[in-house]
Nanobody, 116 residues
Framework: QVQLVESGGGLVQPGGSLRPSCAAS????????MSWYRQAPGKERELAAT????????NYADSVKGRFAISRDNARNVMVLQMNSLKFEDTAVYYC?????????WGQGIQVTVSS
């Protein structure tokens, strides 16, 4: 069965860091592009970061550029989002997404709350 299991969310103070991860199983992770989406309260879901299947290219929303870093370890079937200098507006549910040539999968999402 296909699984995308996010972990590492939680509550953090402004300026702090979190490092959520997404563990994948049940599909050929290494040929899937991976992304982190997020949806803040009252806002549309947006693409925060994406990484190509081999990890050679990354892309970020302007709002997170310079603060977030997406990475992946194809040997462990894991994708990670290093989030630094967190702001109140980063508060959202963060979703792991896998996209391959014939299929697309989503995780259930994890809550990230930035609050003082």
């Amino acid at each position: 069965q296909v699984q995308l299991v996010e972990s590492g969310g939680g509550l953090v103070q402004p300026g702090g860091s979190l490092r959520p991860s997404c563990a994948a199983s049940g599909f050929p992770f290494s040929i899937y592009a991976m992304s982190w989406y997020r949806q803040a309260p009252g806002k549309e879901r947006e693409l925060a970061a994406t990484i190509t299947s081999a990890g050679g290219m990354t892309n970020y929303a302007d709002s997170v550029k310079g603060r977030f870093a997406i990475s992946r370890d194809n040997a462990r079937n894991v994708m990670v989002l290093q989030m630094n200098s967190l702001k109140f507006e980063d508060t959202a549910v963060y979703y792991c997404k896998a996209r391959g040539p014939r299929s697309e999968y989503w995780g259930q999402g994890i809550q990230v709350t930035v609050s003082s």
